[in-house]
């Protein structure tokens, strides 16, 4: 396995105060359930927000975990992205501050579980999230979707608004069962709803050494080629610690494994959207 030297990338690029925002929008999808979909949208939009780039992170699940991850309480939360789709409700009026710099987020609650019913008969329903997003999507360098562990109407929207797609896959003996209906979902999607998604890249998760991680990792590299993120994300406790404390992990413990990794991951998608301009880590995507 091509282990990259931890910690080898100790200057990430900067963002420079005149730089104009780079408005990308990526969602996190997977309709497989706990493969690190929350982690990988939680640390990187923690990570490219303390690069300097403006960044919002959406919680597009009714489980609310991303917006626990962030110390935030659900029940106490007045507008929510269910509003926005359901209602269409000024997308400003939802988004929270956190105590990070260029960082905020669009929570969710239990609420958006009813979204996918109450949507059936709503015009252009596909279309909720993008319609939303399109009114604030100018004042972000990254918007990232945190999507729900399905592959219904409320990922159908994820899909739908984004540009790029990042599929966080866990090392697991299952791994890649249903891989191939979700690329399917994108494709069908790309030829109705939104021509310009692309699956942006494919990510290990919950690495730890084992002959099934090697057979998985080049199952992984057979089938995604480039697209496969060099950076794997190891199996680490502190992830999980830095959720149930309500933090990212930089804010948790920046010098965990877990946390290099997610680094490591968070430039490689920035420097895949800056040209390699002006940074060279030999990664290849
Ligand atoms: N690399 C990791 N090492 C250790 N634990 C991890 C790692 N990544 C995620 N976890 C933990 O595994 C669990 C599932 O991760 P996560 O919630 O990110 O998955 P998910 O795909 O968003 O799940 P769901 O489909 O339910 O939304 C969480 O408890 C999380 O803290
Ligand atoms: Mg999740």
New binding site residues.
């Given amino acids: 396995m091509n282990k990259k030297e931890e910690n080898k990338i100790e200057n990430p690029l900067l963002k420079k105060e005149n730089d104009p925002y780079l408005n990308k929008i990526i969602a996190i999808a997977?309709q497989?359930?706990?493969?690190?979909?929350?982690?990988?949208?939680v640390n990187l939009t923690a990570f490219l927000s303390s690069f300097g780039y403006k960044t919002i992170l959406i919680d597009f699940?009714p489980?609310s975990?991303a917006t626990s991850a962030f110390s935030l309480i659900p029940e106490e939360i007045n507008t929510t992205v269910y509003s926005l789709i359901i209602y269409n409700e000024d997308p400003n009026k939802a988004i929270l501050e956190t105590i990070y710099p260029n960082l905020k987020i669009i929570p969710s609650t239990r609420q958006l579980a009813g979204a996918e019913v109450e949507m059936v008969t709503v015009f252009k329903r596909e279309f909720r999230l993008k319609d939303a997003i399109q009114r604030i999507e100018e004042q972000y360098d990254f918007i990232i979707i945190?999507c729900?562990?399905s592959l219904g109407l409320l990922t159908i929207n994820a899909l739908a608004a984004c540009k790029d797609v990042i599929i966080?896959i866990q090392n697991s003996y299952f791994s890649l069962e249903g891989v191939a209906q979700l690329l399917n979902t994108i494709d069908l999607v790309k030829m109705s709803l939104n021509s310009k998604l692309e699956v942006k890249g494919v990510l290990f998760?919950?690495?730890s050494r084992s002959r099934l991680a090697e057979g998985i990792y080049n199952d992984l590299k057979n089938n995604f080629g480039n697209k496969l993120y060099n950076t794997i994300?190891?199996?680490?406790?502190r992830?999980?610690e830095a959720?149930?404390h309500g933090k990212p992990v930089l804010y948790y413990d920046k010098n965990c494994k877990?946390s290099i990794a997610y680094k490591e991951f968070s430039m490689e998608v920035l420097n895949s959207y800056l040209d390699n301009k002006n940074f060279d880590s030999g990664l290849t995507i």
């Fill in positions: 997977s497989k359930g706990g493969v690190g979909k929350t982690t990988t949208a699940d489980q975990n945190d729900p562990p966080p998760t919950m690495y994300i190891p199996k680490n406790v992830l999980d959720s149930s877990g």
